[in-house]
């Protein structure tokens, strides 16, 4: 005990003190939190930019990022119409600008008229501008079929990935009572970032791949029977269509899964952000919200259910002005009015962003000058990522020690690849994840960033990589064969 009195003492004369805040010392639940799609791998791809652009000699000329769905960054042309309008929000003085259509400027002064100080520079109320709530609520009911959408229900938030916070109402308990959320394996690390953060219990039911990532209700029991050992589950996460893996679930799958929340008391979240990427034939997208009410009593009117939608995704693309939504449905009323409260707390969402989702939820109209031109940008849009979808599947199961199940929807390729033994070996004297090995080597050869599978969750002694299908066509055809060029030689080396 002297000791360390006296180093302290010492190092006071020195001038010197140990930090406040140190690794020890901090929020243990931080340090628990791991984000895989701007992990290590993507560090070391932003330290190979840097060496490129001093003139390090490198095997490649350029680092391809398909580790994050940033579809702007990989080359996508913003919608003409979303711009124009945002420009006019902006800038008002540009609304007396020949340069700009009608319709566009119309648009530009009904957002205006409903902000603070007619600006997007003022603060809005804490669940986003009444109006664009309203415009959102419209857009439910026109995708729902006419099925009712209640503006005091719906939330704007920054991106789907703030709306997540529903789950710090979830959260509660200690030790056995401690709540446990149920999240699909393959799934998005934001939500066991957000669950190691807030404390609670990861429960992971595992996708089928054999079947194409099939979500199975089998399986929801079996996660959910052996997470009541330790933890009190209350709420189970879908993904829908599937990030990483592509799925979209059918209509029957949706209906299984309704009634077992509702059958195990557990309140769902609906991860519905690719619901315009849907490519496959005979798939479609089904929301939570139309299923749940179609399915009428007792469903209809008790299943608590949240469902989050973005403006990054989809044809639009957008992930930088961080727009997006939370609908609840059946949620008790004090419980929402605590939602608002701890939204309230971070002020509001971006405006520009509230201003461009209400674009998406309410795009030109048929009799409206721009929609010809709107129509044909967001079908390009969707047509190419429907190709790219394909030749992704194509590419790699053509390759030997690589399989993928078709993209059916969303914006990235899950493809299963076979690592030899002597590459595991390898791995593991290193202290690395057998396919964190190879996309790290992968990443220093070719340049290309993908992001490994176990920062997903995989089922033991299988390995997975994360791809996005974003790159233009003849980018994309190119990086594939690459990558299964590579692939051969990493086989044949640890063979």
């Known amino acids: 005990m002297a000791s360390s009195t006296g180093d302290r003492s010492q190092a006071v004369r020195h001038g010197l003190r140990a930090k406040v805040l140190t690794l020890d010392g901090m929020n243990p639940r931080v340090r628990r939190v791991e984000y895989a799609v701007r992990g ?87 669940s986003g501008i009444q109006l664009i709530r309203e415009d959102v609520a419209r857009y439910i009911e026109r995708r729902d079929g006419g099925i009712p959408a209640d503006p005091n229900n719906v939330f704007l ?70 997470a009541r050992d330790h933890c009190r589950p209350r709420a189970l996460c879908v993904i829908n269509p599937g990030n990483p893996t592509g799925q979209v679930q059918t209509r029957e799958c949706i209906e299984a899964v309704i009634r077992f929340a509702f ?10 952000v690719y619901q315009d990427n849907v490519y496959a ?44 939504y939370v609908e609840v449905v059946n949620m008790d009323a004090a419980v929402q009015q605590q939602m ?5 707390v971070r002020l509001c969402p971006p405006v520009p962003g509230q201003a461009l989702l209400d674009l998406v939820v309410s795009p030109p109209a048929p009799t409206d000058p721009s929609f010809a031109q709107f129509q ?29 199940n078709p993209v059916q929807g969303a914006m990235y390729s899950f493809p299963r690849v076979q690592l030899p033994p002597r590459a595991v070996e390898r791995a593991q ?8 090995f190879f996309c790290l080597r992968l990443l220093e050869e070719t340049g290309i960033c993908v992001v490994p599978g176990s920062g997903f969750g995989q089922r033991e002694g299988t390995y997975h990589f994360r791809m996005t299908i974003l790159p233009p066509l003849e980018k994309l055809r190119l990086l594939l064969e690459k990558l299964s060029r590579f692939h051969a030689k990493f086989t044949l080396e640890y063979s």
């Open 263 to 272: 059958e195990e008391r557990l309140f769902l979240l609906a991860d519905e």
């Open 157 to 226: 938030s920054t991106g789907a990935s703030d709306a997540i916070t529903v789950l710090k109402l979830l959260v509660a308990g200690e030790g056995h009572t401690r709540t446990g959320v149920l999240i699909p394996i393959p799934q998005y690390p934001l939500y066991s970032a957000t669950l190691a953060e807030l404390g609670a219990v990861q429960v992971d039911y595992y996708l089928d791949e054999e079947r194409a990532w099939a979500l199975d209700v089998a399986e929801l029991h079996r996660a959910l029977g052996q």
């Open 429 to 436: 004297e290193l202290g690395l994840a057998p396919d964190m």
């Open 281 to 324: 034939a005979g798939s479609q997208f089904h929301s939570f919200k139309k299923v749940l009410m179609e399915m009428g009593p007792p469903y209809a009117g008790q299943q608590e259910l949240a469902s989050f939608h973005s403006t990054s995704k989809g044809y639009m693309g957008e992930c930088g002005f961080r727009g997006g």
């Open 40 to 126: 290590p791998i993507v560090q070391r791809a932003l330290e190979l930019e840097q060496e490129l652009r001093q003139g390090v000699k490198k095997p490649f000329t350029e680092v391809i990022r398909a580790n994050i769905g940033d579809a702007q960054a990989m080359g996508q042309r913003p919608i003409t119409f979303l711009r124009q309008v945002l420009a006019l929000c902006v800038n008002p003085d540009l609304l007396s600008s020949p340069n700009f259509p009608d319709d566009a400027k119309k648009r530009a002064e009904r957002i205006l008229q409903a902000c603070g100080g007619h600006s997007l520079g003022a603060y809005s109320v804490s």
């Open 376 to 404: 044909a940008e967001k079908q390009a849009v969707l047509a190419e990522l429907a190709a790219k979808a394909k030749l992704t599947e194509q590419v790699f199961n053509e390759a030997p020690g690589i399989s993928c």
């Open 340 to 344: 608002l409260k701890l939204m309230s």
